[in-house]
């Protein structure tokens, strides 16, 4: 194992230790545990947007804390929920009078602690409402029960808009919901990753073998086989999207082509170039496209795809919302 690191044991404070350090003015923890991450820069009167999961996937979750986004993130270790407490804790932070929207992945750990806080707060007189995001079309067949992966971006995008236009608490579930209902995601991983506490690959590939609809923690996809070309992998990939949700000829969308943590900036693009010319050839026109690192796999080969069907005017307002984070900056 090869990493710049101290104990292993000790990765994810660490990490911590040196984001508070270097955006004080952005971003801080509260009840001494780093691990509760909150926005520095508190709205009254907003709906308080919170996340979490599991460390190892930068930007997501905690990435996304800032200003027109969300504020505050519970911090798991690498591939681990945050507890209960920690959610409980932020949300007494940064909660300023409207309410909170529990915005996370559809993973059963997160699920048990955010609904636990959840009661706790209600117990203070605080409303909440919870929303998961299962973009991964691959991970399953009842969209109920996939994963969230890349696509929640669309999904903190517009809440975090909503909020930061000082919508109810039901308004800004509202338009997560609507990001969430036009947000679909495959994902193909080339290399796995190594867990910095394990030390080792959590699964294997051979030297010319790609997996196809790989999750975020190395769950299985639904091939394994010979590395395809990016032509090829667009197209297996856009056919299980549409598939899943049909656009017409005409609509607009909005492209995301994510890389896992150690794929290039120029296979991204290229990948990029083959997505859009299939959404040309259907007719399907590009309102906006995101080309980067948005959900990582630490240092996994590979991408993801997501597409989101831009529903309405209202819509392109909450994608085109400028944001600033430690992390991710769009003007």
Known sequence: MKKIINKPENYTDDMLHGIYQAHPDMVK????????????????????????????HLPLFLGYVGENMLDGCGVGSVFQSPSAEQIYNIS???????????????????????????EMLEMDDIQTRS????????SNKNPDARRGVAGIFFM?????????????????????QKAKDNTRTVGFALTPCIIPELGHSNFTLGDNEMAFGMGIHGEPGVWNG???????????????????????????????INGLGATSQEELYILTGDV???????????????????ATSMEMAGASISICKVADEEMKQWIDMPVHTPFYTQV
Do not use: H, W
């Not at 929303?131 to 691959?138: E, K, M, N, R």
């Not at 039901?170 to 997560?176: Q, T």
């Not at 859009?276 to 995101?290: A, N, Q």
């Open 29 to 56: 923890y509260v009840e001494d545990d780093l691990r509760c991450y909150c926005t520095a820069q508190k709205k009254e009167g907003k709906v308080a947007i919170i996340t979490g999961g599991g460390t190892g």
């Open 92 to 118: 007494k932070e940064v909660e300023s009078g409207a309410g909170i929207l529990f915005l996370y992945g559809n993973y059963t750990g997160d699920i048990m602690n955010f609904d636990m806080a959840s």
């Open 131 to 138: 929303i998961v995001g299962a973009d991964d079309v691959l």
């Open 156 to 176: 903190y995008k517009c809440a975090g808009a909503k909020a930061a236009q000082m919508g109810t608490l039901d308004e800004v579930l509202a338009a997560a």
């Open 226 to 256: 010979p590395v395809k070309t990016s032509r090829e992998l667009a197209e297996e990939s856009m056919k299980e999207i549409l598939g899943d949700m049909p656009v017409a000829s005409g609509e607009e969308v909005c492209v995301l």
């Open 276 to 294: 859009e010319d299939i959404l040309k050839e259907k007719g399907i026109k590009v309102y906006r496209t995101f080309v980067g690192e948005y």
